[in-house]
T-cell receptor
Framework: NAGVTQTPKFRVLKTGQSMTLLCAQDMNHEYMYWYRQDPGMGLRLIHYSVGEGTTAKGEVPDGYNVSRLKKQNFLLGLESAAPSQTSVYFC???????????????FGDGTRLSIL | LAKTTQPISMDSYEGQEVNITCSHNNIATNDYITWYQQFPSQGPRFIIQGYKTKVTNEVASLFIPADRKSSTLSLPRVSLSDTAVYYCLVGVTGGYQKVTFGTGTKLQVIP
């Protein structure tokens, strides 16, 4: 049981290049999230998904797009990378609520992205 | 969204009990209190969650007073490996994301 797996772990891009970050979870979770974390700051939500085929904007969605074509995968795309998008990106997944319990998020180990 | 306030950093010696308090004055009736731990170069990891009174698991205890306007994460007998950032989150995490991660408390355990 791998949990949440993010690929790649590291990447360096030039300004204007595009790339896709992949998040895969094997826990059959409905909800998935993409965050970014900048030095000395907490995690900020970029986009999230409440199920296959659905996506929604979070706190800082500009410059990013996402897709959830399969339940287990959540892709984060940068169409034209900018230096301001240099950050560590975390993906998380979460199960649906069970009764009154509040399901925690399960995180991957992050993708470190540098844009020159 | 319930705003949380927690100390930016704390230092503790090995073997001591550490208590990290989080203030959440505008917590709503349906809000849960959740704590995560984050080591360098890793994603946050769930530690403990509670709604009221006291919750204990193999890692930590969570104390929540009756008014629920604050909570205290208690780590018994910390070791160097407990050096991490600890986040307090308050909110109802239904399909719609209603919680935010603050800057957390950076705990440094000293030998």
């Amino acid at each position: 049981n791998a949990g949440v797996t993010q690929t790649p772990k590291f990447r360096v891009l030039k300004t204007g290049q595009s790339m896709t970050l992949l998040c895969a979870q094997d826990m059959n979770h409905e909800y998935m999230y993409w965050y970014r974390q900048d030095p000395g700051m907490g995690l900020r939500l970029i986009h999230y998904s409440v199920g296959e085929g659905t996506t929604a904007k979070g706190e800082v969605p500009d410059g990013y797009n996402v897709s959830r074509l399969k339940k287990q995968n959540f892709l984060l795309g940068l169409e034209s990378a900018a230096p301001s998008q240099t950050s560590v990106y975390f993906c998380a997944s979460r199960d649906t609520e069970k009764g009154r319990s509040n399901q925690p998020q399960h995180f991957g180990d992050g993708t470190r992205l540098s844009i020159l | 969204l319930a705003k949380t306030t927690q100390p930016i950093s704390m230092d503790s010696y090995e073997g001591q009990e550490v208590n990290i308090t989080c203030s959440h004055n505008n917590i709503a009736t349906n809000d849960y209190i959740t704590w995560y731990q984050q080591f360098p170069s890793q994603g946050p990891r769930f530690i403990i969650q509670g709604y009221k009174t006291k919750v204990t698991n193999e890692v930590a205890s969570l104390f929540i007073p009756a008014d629920r306007k604050s909570s205290t994460l208690s780590l018994p007998r910390v070791s160097l490996s407990d050096t991490a950032v600890y986040y307090c989150l308050v909110g109802v995490t239904g399909g719609y994301q209603k919680v935010t991660f603050g800057t957390g408390t950076k705990l440094q355990v000293i030998p």
